[in-house]
């Protein structure tokens, strides 16, 4: 149980995550700005024509087959969030944490990377977590582990230290 059940949390989080979910496809977005947070959010096969993305925060987005046309993006802090199979045009990015990592199976074409780090951290860390779901998390874990605390200190109790232990050695010999 005390396995089971943070990973069962966790499934029922990921869930809750995909119905939290939108969904943006066939669409072509043009003149637009985004910034702030955007979360949750997936495009699939949308053309973004002339968009900013400025000092935006990217969590949890997905842009699958997506082509960006003369776009920009300038500070903008990524987790979670990956291009997939998709092409840029003419499309600037500045001040951005969008590592190699996240771009699979993308094309470019006359796109620049400017004050960009190069080799970002492995680690994909959600930038929107919140610390009560972290401590709520390991609070439940180790909730998990008290019946099996109980259970042994009452056999240790009944039958003794010792006599339980050397048992134990017993049984392990065999």
Same mark, same amino acid.
């Given at each position: 149980?005390?396995?089971w059940f943070p990973e069962y949390v966790r499934h029922l989080e990921i869930e809750k995550d995909q119905d939290r979910e939108i969904v ?9 700005r985004f910034g702030g947070l955007l979360e949750d959010r997936r495009f699939e096969r949308v053309r973004f024509v002339d968009v900013t =993305?400025?000092?935006?925060?990217? +969590?949890?987005?997905? #842009?699958?087959?997506? *082509? $960006? !046309?003369?776009?920009? =993006?300038?500070?903008?802090?990524? +987790?979670?969030?990956? #291009?997939?199979?998709? *092409? $840029? !045009?003419?499309?600037? =990015? ?8 996240? #771009?699979?199976?993308?094309? $470019?074409?006359?796109?620049? =990377? ?61």
């Amino acid at each position: 149980m005390s396995i089971w059940f943070p990973e069962y949390v966790r499934h029922l989080e990921i869930e809750k995550d995909q119905d939290r979910e939108i969904v943006t496809a066939n669409r072509t977005l043009a003149h637009r700005r985004f910034g702030g947070l955007l979360e949750d959010r997936r495009f699939e096969r949308v053309r973004f024509v002339d968009v900013t =993305f400025e000092d935006a925060l990217l +969590s949890r987005c997905i #842009f699958e087959e997506c *082509t $960006f !046309k003369d776009c920009f =993006f300038r500070r903008v802090r990524s +987790s979670k969030t990956f #291009f997939i199979r998709s *092409t $840029f !045009k003419r499309v600037d =990015f500045e001040s951005t944490d969008l590592y190699a990592f996240r #771009f699979i199976d993308c094309a $470019f074409a006359n796109s620049s =990377f400017r004050n960009t780090v190069e080799d970002g951290c492995g680690l994909d860390l959600d930038l929107t977590t919140d610390l009560s779901d972290v401590f709520t998390e390991n609070l439940i874990a180790q909730a998990a582990i008290i019946p099996g605390s109980i259970v042994s200190s009452y056999i240790l109790d009944k039958f003794g230290r010792v006599k339980t232990m050397g048992e134990q050695q017993v049984s392990l010999s065999e």
